[in-house]
């Protein structure tokens, strides 16, 4: 007779838990937005040419290449009384600290024979500390909640603080600090960095005490011991699909998001295509309100059909509203675009942004969570409860996607004459220059967003998906469990 299947208990977190736990990557966030600027700071201040910096930044994944899988091999194997995440989360942001620090406050007083060589080095151990916060942010979601209508619940929160902290932080940037320190100067990078480094601090804190009795033996897998060695990720990176296809869509969707973001993005935009850079954190200021509240409806759909419905569909609106967009900045002079007065253009341009980053904040955050399913996922296949391999991919991606982001800006607007330094406020209009910042601001978005499309077709862990794999994981802890008593 077959044995009736129990009924699953989910290891379910509570509200405030998910809250604080998504600070972490709050926490990883507020360094990507300061190194956004990195440039301004290495070409203005520290005296490296603009081919040099994206050179930096886009070959030092090789870097990457080698540490990401070394982090997450350590991930998985650490079985401390202090946790397996919490170690990595704590050492990361001490890490991001005192390397962002050395990078801004000591390259340019370096002698310029090994200014370059200095740079390099320290971002690379900064790349380090990035990879163990961000990868604990991706992995530590398998301990949090296993509950699929819960699972979204940390896109809202990701999402809010995201809005937030982008919003704010480039209102801060473009209407306090750059006119306060008259620019990218050196005065600007301190203040910056003070704010950031505390800031970040407190976040990793409160995520830290969210997941403290979370991270915890009971919690890592299926209770199952199976021995995984290094060599073993191969394989599982190639028979695990989802995971295959998870990877092209974040991917993908990191290069939309910080290619529309690049602080020299926002300057060619707003400052030389509208003629008044202050735009840049006002607008999105005023969109706020309207973009979370189109979070809550997506997260709400998340829970009821489960993440890749959801993540789909943003998908597709997204595409819809950057095509109104693109439409709309072409039919209309972007200087007349202003709030003092506003005027019937900025009220259109306001609703379609809204919109647009409304649905853009669905689907960037929602893959986040998409990444504990994969590792539930390679649970339920081998047994292996491996997060921290799932974690450093994706802490790869992100990190891999954001480099090749600011070289492919990097080397295009050199090929059209910026070779020596970035456009700023004061930079003349020109027909190059116009199509350069619609390409990045639209254009690289649209390539990226079809990827995604296609590759969610062949990503098969639907709600009714996943429902299935934690009721066959729960069963299997049940066996095992009944199995131990019996010995």
């Known amino acids: 007779m077959e044995q009736k299947k129990s009924e699953i208990v989910y290891n379910s977190a509570k509200t405030w838990q998910v809250g604080f736990f998504a600070l972490n990557n709050t926490a990883t966030n507020l360094y990507m937005f300061l190194f956004m600027f990195i440039a301004y700071y290495a070409t203005g201040v520290a005296g490296l040419l603009v081919v040099a910096v994206s050179s930096i930044l886009t070959f030092s994944r090789i870097w990457d290449g080698i540490t990401d899988p070394l982090i ?43 200014r370059l060589v200095y740079f390099i080095v320290i971002y690379m151990v900064y790349i380090i500390g990035y ?51 008259q620019g990218f100067t050196m005065g600007f990078f301190t203040e910056t960095f003070f704010i950031v480094m505390t800031a970040s601090g407190i976040f990793t804190i409160l995520a830290l005490i969210s997941i403290w009795k979370k991270d915890v033996e009971e919690n890592w897998g299926s209770g199952e011991v199976v021995r995984t060695r290094f060599r073993d990720y191969i394989p599982v990176i190639k028979k695990n699909r989802p995971l295959q296809m998870l990877i092209i869509s974040a991917s993908t969707d990191k290069l939309a998001a910080l290619t529309m973001r690049n602080s020299v993005v926002l300057v060619i935009i707003y400052g030389v295509m509208m003629g008044n850079y202050d735009l840049s954190g006002k607008l999105q200021l005023i969109t706020a309100i309207p973009t979370i509240l189109i979070t809550f409806w997506g997260i709400g759909y998340a829970k009821k059909l489960g993440i ?44 379609i942004w809204a919109l647009l980053a409304g649905v853009m904040n669905i689907g960037g955050n929602i893959v986040i969570p998409m990444i504990a399913d994969c590792a539930d996922y390679e649970v339920h296949q081998s047994g292996r409860f491996i997060p921290g391999m799932m974690g450093t991919i994706f802490s790869f991606v992100d990190k891999m996607v954001s480099s090749v982001s600011t070289a492919l800006i990097g080397f295009l607007l050199a090929s059209i004459g910026f070779k020596e330094a970035f456009p700023t406020v004061d930079t003349p209009r020109s027909p190059e220059l116009y199509g350069m910042g619609l390409f990045f601001f639209i254009g690289i978005p649209v390539i990226a967003w079809v990827a995604s499309l296609i590759a969610m077709k062949f990503y098969e862990l639907d709600g009714v998906k996943m429902n299935e794999i934690q009721q066959a994981i729960h069963d299997r802890k049940q066996k095992l469990e009944i199995e131990i008593e019996q010995v």
């Open 72 to 114: 997450g091999f350590f991930i998985d194997k650490t079985r401390s009384k202090f946790g397996k995440f919490r170690p990595f989360m704590l050492c990361g942001n001490i890490i991001l600290a005192g390397t962002t620090a050395i990078i801004l406050f000591t390259t340019h007083l370096m002698p310029e024979s090994i």
């Open 131 to 181: 990879t163990f916060q961000t990868a604990s942010t991706k992995a530590a979601q398998t301990v949090l909640t296993n509950d699929p209508k819960q699972r979204p619940m940390f896109t809202l929160f990701d999402a809010i603080y995201n809005t937030i902290m982008f919003v704010g932080g480039q209102v801060l940037i473009a209407s306090v600090l750059v006119p306060k320190h």
């Open 308 to 351: 890749k419905k959801a993540y789909v569909i943003a998908t597709k609106l997204s595409l819809l509203f950057i095509a109104l967009l693109f439409v709309f900045m072409n039919a209309i002079d972007l200087t007349s675009i202003s709030l003092t007065p506003i005027n019937g253009q900025t009220v259109i341009f306001l609703i």
